[in-house]
């Protein structure tokens, strides 16, 4: 049973952290490792596709995380926290819902394949075994589509069906998050609708808009058709989605956005997305939009003009990259027969393939991924968070709530 005060808590404290998988990624062993490392270092809430494979997934990894943390990890000064995990819904097209296409058997012989090196999460491949787009890997970033030469990459959109959320909800999933656009407000409203009668089993419920001409009476007359009123509401401002760019300007539409809905006084917290990267919490503080991070008592930020946290994806998977290619790399030689003298006639025998490595197998890797992280971390939520921790220490004051 997850403690809701304490990521309740970080909204209201102004250090609130989000994990985004991505709304469209599938990737099982990738999302597994993922959730798991911010997990334990102390992620307020976990942001997954509505699929029930990727959320049976994601929930096998905190239930992992937590054995960890009861078992061998000793953490700074908090006591570890099982995060909320959200589900993505969309009220039409959008960019978070989509994946790219292409027949393979058209690309020519001779093309550079530019798609297949830009692409960020190693979606495309061309190899005897796999050729085209790897559906599971691709969360439908597009960068592949203007790069072809021949220009034969499009993308493919869908959408949530409201049916699929009581399930979801049943099975462990604590929040949801509804992307729009302005001028959408009766596809909003159909959505909300057919998913009211889940609404009182959640936590919280997050609506992440990018920016547009009249934003703030959109998201002001999104609020009034939430009936029932959620307990909790969380505007995502969604600068420039799926960048997951390190450059320092990157983050300037989150900040613009933001800002413009702090100002409009909405009812619930505010928190940043689309092109969060290392630099966003830095650029935070210099606009004194972050609490100080020795804040001596909570305050209720839900109706100050502050942002109440940060949601990280593309940048947040990226900065685990070494550590998720160094074990894919484990895993593909795993995978590989292994030739073995045959008893008897000297031939061979080909070794089984083994099962998915996980990261808490490979400690010096998972250790790697905390310090990784606490990079990212910190700078929000201050010394003492769940990612100063070792492997295979423990002490009686490492609880778990």
């Not at 085209?132 to 592949?144: L, M, Q, S, T």
């Not at 203007?146 to 099975?171: E, G, H, K, M, N």
């Not at 009766?186 to 990018?210: K, M, R, T, Y």
């Not at 292994?338 to 010096?364: C, D, F, K, R, W």
Request: proline letters at 9%; glycine letters at 8%.
């Amino acid at each position: 049973m997850i403690n809701l005060y304490y990521p309740l808590r970080s909204l209201k404290e102004g250090h609130w952290f989000k994990l985004i998988c991505g709304a469209s990624f599938q990737h099982l062993p990738a999302i597994q490792n993922l959730v798991l490392a911010y997990a334990l270092a102390g992620a307020d809430c976990i942001d997954v596709a509505a699929d029930a494979a990727v959320v049976a997934a994601a929930r096998e990894a905190l239930d992992r995380a937590g054995n960890l943390v009861d078992a061998q990890w000793q953490r700074g000064d908090r006591p570890w926290v099982r995060p909320l995990l959200m589900v993505s819904l969309n009220d039409g097209d959008d960019p978070h819902f989509r994946k790219a296409v292409f027949d393979p058997n058209t690309c020519p012989s001779d093309c550079p394949r530019p798609c297949e090196s830009i692409c960020p999460a190693q979606a495309i491949a061309f190899t005897p075994a796999q050729s085209g787009v790897i559906a599971e890997r691709c969360y439908g970033c597009g960068r592949c589509v203007p790069i072809c030469p021949f220009d034969t990459i499009s993308t493919q959109f869908y959408r949530f069906s409201p049916a699929d959320l009581l399930p979801l909800v049943l099975s462990g999933v604590d929040a949801i998050e509804i992307h729009t656009q302005v001028g959408r407000r009766d596809a909003f409203e159909h959505l909300w609708q057919a998913i009211a009668p889940v609404i009182p089993h959640l936590s919280l419920v997050a609506v992440s808009c990018p920016a547009g001409d009249g934003i703030e009476s959109y998201l002001r007359s999104l609020y009034a058709v939430m009936q029932p009123q959620p307990p909790v509401v969380i505007w995502q401002a969604d600068g420039r989605a799926m960048s997951g760019d390190i450059g320092d300007g990157t983050t300037h539409a989150t900040l613009r956005l933001g800002q413009k809905l702090l100002a409009a006084e909405l009812p619930g917290y505010v928190q940043l997305a689309g092109g969060t990267n290392g630099y966003t919490v830095e650029k935070l503080r210099s606009l004194h939009l972050l609490p100080p991070l020795l804040s001596p008592t909570p305050s209720d930020r839900s109706t100050s003009k502050a942002i109440a946290g940060v949601a990280y994806g593309s940048y947040a998977r990226t900065l685990l990259s070494p550590v998720l290619d160094t074990l894919d790399a484990i895993v593909q030689e795993r995978a590989s027969p292994s030739v073995i003298p045959e008893s008897g006639n000297g031939g061979a025998i080909a070794q089984p393939a083994s099962t998915p490595a996980y990261l808490e197998q490979y400690p010096a890797l998972l250790n790697q991924a905390m310090t990784l992280i606490d990079t990212l971390m910190s700078p929000l939520k201050g010394p003492g968070s769940p990612a100063q921790m070792q492997l295979g220490k423990r002490s009686p004051s490492a609880a778990k709530l």
